[in-house]
C-alpha cells in the first residue's frame, strides 16, 4: 500500500514514538463487524441462532465482529433486517452518543444510514430520528435501511445545514453530526480513498465540518448534547475543529469514557481516538458536547386520525390487533407518520414514519416497508419457512411458490422474522418481495 509522503509526515508528528506500531497497522488484515438490530432481535437470542462464528465488540453492547470470509449477507437473517453489517469502529459514535427513548434525534449527515439504524434501537420505537444528508442519491441507501431494519419512527429529509437550522431552532435533544472527511482512517478498508487524499482536501473538509458543527449547534436545545466524529486522524479536522467550535459556541465538552481500547486524543483529553494499531477497527475520532442551559423536553403531538376505509378492511381482514395512530395519505401512499406534517412544511421531506403501503381504487396494497415493520404474531396469515429451507432462497429470487395455504395475502417469515409478502390462490404463491430487493 503506497500512502502519501504528505500524509506520513503528519502522522509522524502526530503519532511520534508510536508512528511504527500505526505503520504496522497497514500490513494487518481489516476487521469486519456487524450489528444485531435490536428492534427485532436480542444480541443474545441472535448469538443462538446464528450460525457463523462471532466475537464481541467492547464498545458497544449489539456489535461483533465476524470472519471477513464468511459470506453473510446472503444469509436469510440478513434480508429479514436481523442485523447491519458495520466497519466496528463507526458503532462507537451512537455508543457515546446514546439517546434515551422518547427523545428527538438529528443525524445530519445520515447516508448511507447505518448510524440512523443505530439510533433507532436506542429509541425503541419511541421519539423520532431525522435523518438528513445534502445528497439526494445516497438517501435512497437511507431509506432502503430505515425500511428493511423496521424503523418506524424515522423522517427522512433532503436539506442544506443551514435550512435544518433556519427550521429547528432549538429543537433537537440529541444530534450526531459524523462529518464528511478525508477518511485518512479508512485507507485500510478502501484503498481507494488514498488516490483523493491531498492537503487540498483537508482544508476543504475542514470549512465543511465548522460549517455542519455552527449549525448544528442552533437547533440543539438547550441542555442538549451533540456528538461530533470524523473517520480521519489529522488535528486540522479533529481537535483543532473541537477547540474552534467551542470557542464560537456556547457549550462544553463532555468527557467520554475512556476504555475498551479507546485513546485520549492528542492535546485533547475529553475526546477518544480508536486507532488500528490499539484495538480491532480502524480509525475514528469522537467527541461529544452538552448546550449549555436546562433541559426543556420538546412535546410531540400525540395525534390520532381515522385510518382509510381501505386500509380499515385490511386490518379487520389480517391484522390481529390494529394499527392505531396519524395516519396520513400522499400521492396514494398511505403513511403511519411520527411527527405532524405542519412541522416540516417548508423542507424537503422523502419520508415521514412508517410507510404501510398504497390506496389503488377500492383496494390496499401493503408496501415491502410495513412487512418489514411487523411481527410474526401481528398477522393472522403467515407461511413461515426454517432458514435452510431452499423456499427461502426461491422467495429472495422473486420465484412463484408452490403452497399450501390460506387465500389472500400472506406475511412471509424465516425462522417467524419477516421477509416480505405473497399473496396465495389454489395452492400458487404470488411472490411480492420488492424486486430492488431480491437476491441475485
Not at 464468511?70 to 446514546?98: N, W
Not at 455542519?212 to 461530533?228: F, S
Not at 433541559?295 to 381482514?317: G, R, Y
Amino acid at each position: 500500500m503506497r500512502l502519501p509522503k504528505n500524509f506520513l509526515e503528519n502522522m509522524e508528528e502526530l503519532f511520534k514514538e508510536d508512528y511504527n506500531d500505526f505503520l504496522n497497522s497497514y500490513n494487518s488484515e481489516r476487521t469486519f463487524g456487524l450489528r444485531v438490530n435490536s428492534l427485532k432481535i436480542s444480541s443474545e437470542e441472535f448469538i443462538k441462532i446464528f450460525p457463523y462464528e462471532l466475537e464481541k465488540i467492547p464498545w458497544t453492547p449489539d456489535g461483533f465482529y465476524y470472519k471477513g470470509n464468511d459470506d453473510i449477507t446472503k444469509h436469510p437473517y440478513y434480508y429479514a433486517g436481523l442485523y447491519y453489517v458495520q466497519e466496528p469502529t463507526a458503532m462507537a459514535p451512537i455508543s457515546v452518543l446514546r439517546p434515551s427513548e422518547e427523545s428527538l434525534v438529528l443525524d445530519l449527515c445520515s447516508a448511507p444510514g447505518g448510524k440512523t439504524v443505530q439510533i433507532a434501537g436506542f429509541l425503541n420505537i419511541t421519539g423520532t430520528v431525522v435523518a438528513n444528508d445534502i445528497n439526494f442519491n445516497r438517501l435512497k441507501a437511507v431509506i432502503r435501511n430505515v425500511e428493511k431494519y423496521g424503523i418506524k419512527n424515522a423522517v427522512i429529509i433532503n436539506n442544506k445545514e443551514e435550512e435544518i437550522s433556519d427550521h429547528f431552532k432549538d429543537y433537537f435533544d440529541y444530534i450526531l453530526v459524523d462529518a464528511p472527511c478525508s477518511g485518512e482512517g479508512m485507507f485500510r478498508k478502501d484503498e481507494k480513498m488514498i488516490g483523493s487524499w491531498s492537503i487540498e482536501e483537508v482544508d476543504k473538509y475542514v470549512k465543511m465540518q465548522k460549517n455542519l458543527l455552527l449549525n448544528a449547534n442552533k437547533t440543539l436545545k438547550p441542555g442538549g448534547e451533540l456528538v461530533y466524529s470524523t473517520c480521519t486522524f489529522n488535528k486540522l479536522e479533529n481537535e483543532e475543529q473541537v477547540m474552534n467550535f467551542l470557542k464560537d459556541s456556547e457549550i462544553k465538552l463532555v468527557d467520554v469514557e475512556k476504555n475498551n481500547g479507546f485513546s485520549s486524543g492528542i492535546g485533547l483529553s475529553e475526546a477518544v481516538r480508536l486507532l488500528p494499531h490499539k484495538l480491532n477497527g480502524e480509525g475514528h475520532f469522537l467527541s461529544k458536547f452538552k448546550k449549555i442551559g436546562s433541559v426543556d423536553h420538546h412535546e410531540k403531538n400525540k395525534l390520532n386520525t381515522q385510518a382509510p376505509d381501505v386500509f380499515n378492511e385490511f386490518m379487520k381482514e389480517y391484522l390481529v390487533d390494529d394499527i392505531k395512530g396519524y395516519f396520513r395519505v400522499y400521492k396514494d401512499k398511505l403513511y403511519l407518520s411520527t411527527i405532524d406534517s405542519n412541522e416540516l412544511t417548508g423542507l424537503n421531506v422523502l419520508r415521514n414514519g412508517w410507510y404501510l403501503g398504497d390506496i389503488k381504487k377500492s383496494r390496499f396494497e401493503p408496501s415491502q416497508s410495513f412487512a418489514m415493520g411487523l411481527k410474526y404474531e401481528d398477522f393472522k396469515k403467515v407461511i413461515n419457512f426454517e432458514y435452510d429451507d431452499i423456499n427461502v432462497i426461491k422467495y429472495l429470487k422473486g420465484e412463484t411458490l408452490n403452497l399450501e395455504g390460506d387465500n389472500g395475502w400472506n406475511l412471509i417469515c424465516v425462522d417467524k422474522y419477516p421477509l416480505g409478502w405473497g399473496k396465495i390462490s389454489n395452492g400458487i404463491l404470488k411472490n411480492k418481495y420488492a424486486p430492488s430487493w431480491r437476491l441475485i
